[in-house]
């Protein structure tokens, strides 16, 4: 409803969907009664935002390092015909969080031909990965339009602590705790660290390594150690007390016991070259007290021990005890170790189970040479620890530690199933026990079939010497395996630390069975061409290897030479000479009752044969010639061939010219002994016209096939020659003789007949003779001596006549 004398405006929204022109009437209808058209015209025109250069449409930053600022510079032009508003952004902030920022950051409009600066900025403050983010123009109507990408990446340094905060519990005065924390560096650029202690604290806490330099995606295993004496527990003491009066604060709370305090450090300070860390310790000085006893452990090193004892709690409420358990010698390791807390309900009993795992050797009883490592130092008699208990009750369990370990005897049991004659690698998992890199010196040996027998000889067994591993993790060591026929084996590994002398034992059982196929072979020939396969046969054997070779497909077969001398390698071909075109799959085997069977596939491929030797011919115009074909039968069953006369390709003619006087002929079957026969066909050539200098021969293909046969192709030639003379015929007096004359052309022509002498008759002067038919001409003389003469023929097609020499006899 519009008001008398007030007006409505009403939007019209233009949306192209095509790039083409526009027009639509938009009809007002006023009152039910008046019609108002509105005609609507406009243009779909492409949207054309782009970078003026188009080596712009790549930003590349490069390498940068952690504070830096780097800037570059494109620049935008709106070639469409029309204005274009669009605003600057990425997808889901991909390039925000990698300190990419640009400018403009607001709405933008340009106008058509108008050009816009966009500046691009990376200021990276971390560690950024190597990125590569497109950078979007979102313009009005929900369309994103890619412009550039912006790649880069950021070198800094970025550390962490594993651990804010130790905790060591209960310590016995004049012992220690320790507790592990790694300082990581998950940055590109390595630093140096120090941590520094503050003074009042530095002889009761300490942490090595103090001080050194930590490389870039590397980790430093850090000991934060709490070590309290009887005479630094009593300095301590005695300064805090100094400290609350001279500030004149209450004495701390102390805990009964003469040596008993709560020690708290909040300042240790990890300073970097570029920023600090901070970790905080604590821990509880308690003195020692109560009856000592000792555990004694026995296993092979490497693997777990565990004894127990009992702790009673001897009050009306439930314990929460923290064993603090420690390794004195040798230092720095945690062979014994036990569950951070135990929960012993009141007035009852509970186990106490401690566990033992050494990752080095003891000393061995028998004092053998094992007593002292690969670097000199010597093994410990046993490892020794203990493991100390407060109980809330005021009472303390201590415990003394004594482990013994062996040496392993198998670490581990692999089983494996493997195809003989191919090559297999083994890979045997191994893991570093210990925090810091081991380099292992490696011997892979057989360990049944015993290495000397007959049987070894074809099993081998090879892998490198060292293995280096990385703190705490676990690889695979690689060897290879090969065996030359059926069989089972036993492959003992040792791996020995050239550091420490400490050893791994693994045994791999193998299964060799028979593969299905070794290789997949392909030939390819044409037909009745033969091609081969060189196959390398090695015999690590101390006596000759014989083979016999098998084939599924009929032609398909091994050379001569199946037999391979001892300790070396021989190649034996692999024949394939086809009869017939096409391909398909065979197996082929070669059996040695030494080294066993060698299958392989074989993928087979018979091409087209090419043409046999041509066969050329000449004869004269009006005669023939005959010669043989002959070709070599290849099949190995009997095969009938039948043979036929087409058109040569690429060559006009008549193919008539060419006749066959044998259409078939039958072959027995080849072997081994016969590979090959000799077979022939009788060609007659019977020229029907004289050659013209363009075309001077007549050319036709022979084909000859036959069921299992193939097929066999060869050229004809032939060369017709001028007529030749015939005679003499021989003519009594008074008598006459028939001379033949056959119409050598495919079309009836009329030939001229004469003699060159009175005494010579014929019954006519001309004739006309259908094509290829034959004309008895019959010859006469009369005269009263001996005489001779000419029949002469010819006709309008061929210059040169037929001659036919005479003879007349009284």
């Not at 025109?45 to 970078?51: F, G, I, M, V, Y």
């Not at 049991?413 to 026990?433: A, G, I, M, S, T």
């Not at 210990?434 to 000397?452: C, N, T, W």
Request: with cysteine; net charge neutral.
């Amino acid at each position: 409803m519009i008001e008398a004398g007030s007006s409505l405006r009403i939007p019209i929204v233009f949306s192209p969907r095509e790039m083409c022109d526009y027009m639509q009437r938009v009809e007002f209808v006023v009152n039910d009664y008046t019609h108002m058209h509105v005609d609507v015209r406009g243009r779909g025109c492409p949207l054309r935002l782009e970078l003026t250069n188009l080596e712009m449409q790549h930003v590349d930053f490069g390498v940068a390092t952690g504070g830096d600022s780097m800037t570059k510079m494109v620049r935008l032009v709106n070639r469409s015909p029309c204005a274009v508003t669009f605003q600057l952004g990425d997808d889901q902030e991909e390039l925000s969080k990698r300190f990419v920022q640009w400018s403009p950051v607001h709405p933008t409009t340009l106008r058509p031909r108008e050009t816009c600066d966009v500046e691009i900025r990376f200021m990276p403050t971390t560690r950024v990965a190597p990125f590569k983010v497109p950078l979007l123009a979102r313009c009005d109507g929900g369309l994103d339009l890619k412009l550039l990408t912006v790649e880069g990446t950021c070198h800094a340094t970025e550390m962490r602590l594993s651990e804010h905060s130790c905790f060591f519990g209960d310590v016995v005065v004049g012992s220690q705790a320790t507790r592990n924390v790694r300082l990581h560096n998950f940055g590109d650029l390595g630093s140096k660290f120090k941590f520094e202690m503050p003074p009042r604290f530095a002889k009761l806490f300490s942490i090595t390594p103090s001080e050194g330099f930590v490389r870039p995606q590397e980790e430093i295993p850090l000991t934060v150690a709490f070590h309290p004496s009887r005479e630094r527990v009593m300095e301590y003491k005695k300064a805090e007390r100094a400290n609350a009066t001279r500030r004149g604060k209450p004495l701390p709370a102390e805990i009964p016991g003469h040596l008993n305090v709560r020690i708290s450090v909040k300042e240790i300070r990890c300073v970097l070259e570029c920023l600090a860390l901070t970790l905080e310790a604590s821990g509880c000085c308690i003195e020692r007290m109560g009856e000592t006893k000792t555990l004694e452990f026995t296993t092979d090193v490497r693997k777990e021990c565990k004894q127990s004892f009992e702790v009673e709690n001897t009050q009306d409420v439930d314990w929460k005890l923290k064993p603090q358990v420690m390794t004195t010698e040798p230092q720095g390791t945690l062979f014994f170790t036990c569950p951070p807390e135990i929960v012993i309900p009141a007035r009852k009993r509970a186990e106490v189970e401690v566990t033992y795992l050494p990752f080095t050797m003891t000393e061995p009883k028998d004092g053998k040479s094992a007593a002292v490592s690969p670097s000199g130092k010597a093994r410990c008699g046993k490892h020794r620890g203990q493991v100390f208990i407060g109980t809330p009750d005021g009472n303390a369990i201590l415990y003394t530690l004594e482990g013994t370990a062996d040496p392993p005897k198998v670490d581990k049991r692999l089983q494996e199933r493997v195809p003989c004659k191919k090559q297999h690698n083994q890979r045997v998992p191994v893991k570093n026990w210990l925090h810091e890199r081991q380099r292992f010196h490696v011997k892979v040996e057989l360990d049944d079939p015993d290495p000397s027998s007959q049987d070894a000889q074809g099993i081998k067994v090879d892998g490198v010497g060292t293995l280096d591993l990385p703190p705490g993790l676990e690889r695979d060591y690689r060897f290879s395996l090969y065996s030359y026929h059926e069989t089972t084996a036993l492959v003992r590994v040792s791996l020995t630390s050239q550091e420490t002398g400490e050893f791994i034992v693994v045994e791999v059982e193998v299964e060799f069975y028979a593969p299905e196929s070794l290789a997949t072979i392909k030939l390819e020939s044409a037909c009745r061409q033969q091609t081969r396969h060189k196959i390398a046969v090695a015999n690590p054997l101390s006596k000759p290897a014989k083979f016999i070779g098998t084939s599924s497909h009929p032609y398909i077969r091994f050379g001569q030479e199946l037999e391979v001398p001892a300790k070396s390698e021989r190649t034996i071909d692999l024949l394939f000479r086809p009869v017939e075109e096409g391909d398909g799959d065979a197996e082929v085997t070669l059996k040695s009752d030494e080294l066993g069977i060698y299958p392989y596939a074989v993928r087979w491929r018979a091409t087209p044969a090419g043409l046999e030797r041509s066969l050329t011919l000449k004869a004269p115009l009006g005669g023939s010639a005959t010669d043989f074909f002959k070709f070599q039968h290849l099949a190995k069953v009997p095969v009938d061939y039948k043979a036929r006369i087409e058109v040569a390709p690429g060559h006009k003619g008549p193919v008539t010219d060419f006749i066959l006087e044998d259409l078939s002929v039958n072959a027995t079957a080849c072997d081994d002994n016969n590979l090959s026969k000799e077979l022939q066909l009788r060609v007659r050539y019977q020229p029907s016209g004289l050659g013209t200098k363009d075309q001077p021969s007549v050319a036709a293909m022979l084909v000859i096939s036959g069921s299992g046969g193939g097929e066999y192709k060869a050229m004809l030639t032939g060369f017709a020659q001028p007529p030749q003379p015939q005679g003499p015929y021989e003519v009594g007096n008074g008598k006459a003789v028939a001379i033949e004359f056959r119409n050598p052309f495919d079309k009836p022509t009329e030939f001229t007949l004469q003699v060159d002498n009175p005494c010579f008759m014929v019954p006519m002067r001309s004739q006309t003779i259908d094509p290829q038919k034959t004309l008895s001409i019959q010859v006469s003389f009369k005269s009263d001596q001996k005489q001779g003469g000419r029949l002469i023929i010819s006709c309008k097609q061929v210059s040169a006549p037929w001659i036919f020499y005479l003879k007349g006899e009284l």
